[in-house]
């Protein structure tokens, strides 16, 4: 049941990220489908997210989150 919920969890939160993404700033949007994708269990997973956080945009924001809180940066490679 907890399986089933987090990815029904992770599968709004990507239409969501989707949703955002639309209007022309995809900061927010792409931060919300990574969140998604990171709860949601499927084969392939890990490729996708190092495509998707490659794109430098969404790395910098990523980092500049991690670095407020006190975590190294992340590195993709």
Do not use: E, Y
């Given at each position: 049941?907890g ?11 990507i ?22 994708i ?5 084969p ?13 945009s969404?790395?910098r924001?990523?980092?500049?989150l ?12």
């Amino acid at each position: 049941m907890g399986i089933v919920l987090k990815n029904v969890l992770g599968a709004v939160l990507i239409i969501i990220g989707v949703t955002l993404a639309v209007p022309g700033v995809p900061g927010p949007g792409l931060l919300t489908v990574v969140a998604g994708i990171l709860l949601m269990d499927f084969p392939g997973k890990r490729i996708l997210l190092c495509k998707i956080l490659g794109r430098p945009s969404l790395l910098r924001a990523i980092n500049h989150l991690r670095i407020r809180f006190s975590r190294p940066p992340l590195v993709i490679g």
